[in-house]
């Protein structure tokens, strides 16, 4: 990134040589020969940094410093001495400099040094912008579409922002379509919150981890008696959602009975209770999600056409993390800040290199994955600021997903090196599976309720 810089020296040859080699680097360069004629310009134009001799014929390279401080704060002050004492470099740094370079002046010495301070400049600048976009869109979410923790501000996600703006006052049924981990919850929550049924139950429904009986009970209810271990009455989940919103979450896995089951509630706004004579009328807005083509399975005759097509009134489709980058840096540094106050563990900067090895990595799990990581992280993390190696090993092999024990770090604890690996083991079965729990267990050799609990133990399962 080109910057402005100043440079105040008053040996010639020491200045041009100064000069020449940070024009190289593409920067816009002044200069001046003495302090007084350094602060002048400082009070004309704005400069990222200023580079000073510590010892000038007007004033030292210190009290430079601090009138360049007074008329901005924000920006990094380097002095350079051929006088270099401890001490002298412990007050320079103690009032605000943001290095001391020793002479004899070694130019690649000088360009490291002074590189390293702009990189952490575009660091500081990137984490401050990113903490006032958050800042800026998560109030905006809140005053003006309670849209929760949905952040992002790629053009994907602003239109489904759009979307949710449009059909929340509406009663249709809205089908959330995407991959595990997307927010789809997070999506079905706000459309309910910014509806005229916002006051009234928002029921959700997990309709992949029920057996087929249990679930027609879950969504019904049943009457006491009505088969073994029923002592009592119990209201379903639709009853209880009367004049609210319900919200089925893996609507693709329920069987071809239930299928029908829930058309019948769709067409005739009633239910029957397991073991009920007489039909109840509810009034409930259906939200399903999944993250199948149920398109697909229609047309295979997996699931019935006419349901589709009636869940699929309003589609909104989620686009995968690693289909809007550009919102990874905003997410990392929300989570950041949720998980941190949290654990009471106040980090708030991520470092550059960390940030580019989020962006890079694929994202199987989205952000349900990020979020996880970042945690993790946070667990990890003995500075102020996360750095790379902060991370799991899913993201130091460059963001490429391959099971490499070899890369593992030595200094983390071998639990955690076995629950990446056992999570990359896990995320590929279900690459493999097509997102098909059933078959992704098959081919882990492990059970489906044992997938389960390792799909919602690693964040992966909504």
């Known amino acids: 990134m080109k910057r402005r810089i100043l440079v105040i020296e008053d040996d010639s040859t020491m200045r041009e040589g100064m000069c020449y080699s940070l024009l190289k680097e593409g920067h816009h360069v002044e200069s001046a020969e003495d302090g007084v004629k350094g602060i002048s310009l400082g009070k004309k134009k704005l400069f990222d940094l200023v580079i000073t001799d510590y010892r000038l014929k007007s004033m030292n390279g210190i009290e430079v410093m601090e009138e360049i401080k007074k008329i ?66 998560r109030k905006e979410v809140a005053q003006q579409y309670n849209f929760g923790e949905i952040i992002g501000h790629s053009k994907a996600m602003s239109r489904v922002f759009q979307q949710i703006r449009k059909i929340a006052p509406t009663d249709s049924s809205v089908l959330i379509t ?42 019904f209810g049943h009457e006491k008696g009505a088969f073994t271990n029923a002592i009592k009455r119990k209201r379903g989940k639709f009853e209880l959602a ?101 654990m009471q563990k106040p980090i708030s900067m991520i470092s550059q290199k960390a940030l580019e090895a989020l962006e890079k990595y694929n ?6 994955e990020l979020q996880n990581l970042i945690e993790r992280a946070l667990v990890l993390c003995d500075e102020d600021e996360i750095h790379l190696h902060d991370f799991p090993v899913l993201l130091e092999n460059e963001g490429q997903n391959k099971l490499n024990v070899s890369n593992a ?18 995320k590929r079965a279900m ?32």
């Open 178 to 219: 995407g991959e595990s981990g997307t927010g789809k919850e997070l999506v079905a929550h706000s459309i309910h919150n910014l509806s005229p049924r916002k006051d009234n139950p928002f029921i959700k429904v997990n309709c992949g981890v029920l057996v087929d009986s249990l679930l027609e009970s879950e969504l």
């Open 242 to 342: 009367d004049t609210g919103s319900i919200f089925l979450d893996e609507i693709g896995d329920i069987s071809e009975n239930m299928q029908v089951k829930l058309l019948r509630v769709l067409q005739e706004k009633e239910i029957d209770r397991v073991g009920a004579e007489q039909t109840k009328k509810v009034d409930v807005r259906i939200i399903a999600a999944t993250n199948q083509n149920l398109g697909e399975l229609a047309q295979k005759g997996k699931f019935r056409e006419d349901l589709y097509y009636r869940l699929n009134v309003i589609p909104i489709h989620l686009p995968p993390l690693r289909g809007r980058k550009k919102d990874i840096p905003l997410l990392a540094h929300h989570f950041l800040e949720k998980k941190g106050a949290e």
């Open 72 to 137: 901005n704060p924000e920006t990094d002050v380097v002095l350079i001495t051929a006088y270099g004492t401890m001490e002298l470099a412990v007050e320079a740094i103690n009032k605000g400099a943001s290095d001391c370079i020793s002479k004899p002046l070694s130019l690649e010495d000088f360009r490291t040094r002074i590189k390293n301070v702009l990189q952490n400049r575009a660091i500081r600048e990137e984490n401050q912008r990113l903490g006032e976009e958050n800042l800026y869109l």
């Open 363 to 368: 994202w199987p799990g989205n952000i349900r």
């Open 431 to 462: 690459e493999k599976a097509g997102g098909v729990k059933t078959k992704a267990a098959e081919l882990l050799g492990i059970k489906t309720s044992a997938l389960y609990y390792k799909l919602d133990k690693y964040s992966i399962l909504e």
């Open 409 to 426: 770090n030595e200094d983390l604890p071998l639990t955690i090196v076995l629950e990446d690996i056992e999570l990359q083991l896990i």
